[in-house]
């Protein structure tokens, strides 16, 4: 790539049949096409092509460098964490799952729709890396994505309301196009911790789609959430038009253990 610098600002002034094109480029932003002109000019000669083959293929890389460039900030601003892929994914590993439902969720359509994704399943059966990809996925798609482990999403609200910002805080995260709400259920959460939750469901509900993986089947989120009412609001609200994909098996990270031990 070249490492020409950036044409300083232009005067509206000036006459701007003077500029080159490489000029014209940098001035329209377009940096990465300006650096790659003569290459590429000089790949169009070779092959006998158009100027507009040339255009083509020089829009169509600067297109590329570009989406990249978005998808690699996105990702940067969701924080998942750990990366991971559906192609990376054991589907034979679980003693049960749904991989065609898995795979309904990968089109994304869910977003479109505004609905949400439920994982259920023990711990260490693939729960957050299957949630994180479809969080990736949507990351390269161009949607605003967010993750957060339940635990910390609680305690930020729960500060939120002590430093009187909760209505900034409760925004901030119904603003998403794709909320990942990591490990509900492997912590409780008193009556204010439900309340606050309850809060962020229901300014996404139909506005936005969440992601939420959790250990616990919705009978139990009684316990969890030390208020019925709460629970099955929340479960409502989550499940209505969604997908709800439930896991079972033994822990992967158990196999591993007994094989580090052995």
């Avoid at 492997?186 to 250990?215: E, H």
């Avoid at 316990?223 to 009412?229: G, P, R, V």
């Amino acid at each position: 790539m070249s490492s020409s610098p950036k044409s300083p600002p232009l005067n509206p002034a000036s006459d701007l049949s003077s500029l080159s094109l490489e000029e014209v480029l940098r001035a329209l932003g377009l940096e990465y096409a300006a650096s790659q002109l003569d290459a590429m000019s000089g790949k169009a000669i070779a092959r006998n092509e158009s100027p507009v083959w040339m255009l083509n293929a020089l829009m169509r890389e600067q297109l590329r460098v570009l989406t990249g460039a978005r998808a690699k900030a996105a990702l940067r601003r969701a924080a998942i964490v750990p990366l991971t892929t559906l192609d990376s994914y054991d589907f034979n590993f679980p003693k049960a799952i749904d991989r065609d439902l898995v795979m309904k969720a990968a089109t994304l359509d869910f977003v479109k729709d505004k609905s949400n994704v439920v994982f259920i399943g023990p711990s260490g059966v693939g729960k957050t890396h299957l949630a994180n990809a479809l969080g990736q996925l949507a990351c390269l798609r161009g949607y605003r994505v967010r993750f957060v482990v339940a635990a910390d999403l609680v305690n930020d609200l729960v500060a939120g309301q002590a430093k009187n910002t909760l209505h900034r805080r409760l925004t901030a995260w119904a603003a998403p196009d794709l909320l990942l709400i990591d490990e509900l259920g492997y912590l409780s959460f008193d009556a204010r911790g439900a309340d606050l939750l309850y809060q962020v469901f229901n300014k996404r509900y139909q506005r936005a789609s969440t992601i939420v993986t959790t250990n616990l089947p919705f009978k139990d989120w009684g316990k969890l959430f030390h208020n019925s009412a709460a629970a099955s609001a929340i479960a409502d609200r989550l499940v209505h038009k969604g997908l709800l994909v439930r896991i079972a098996g033994k822990s992967r990270r158990s196999d591993q253990e007994l094989e580090n031990a052995a």
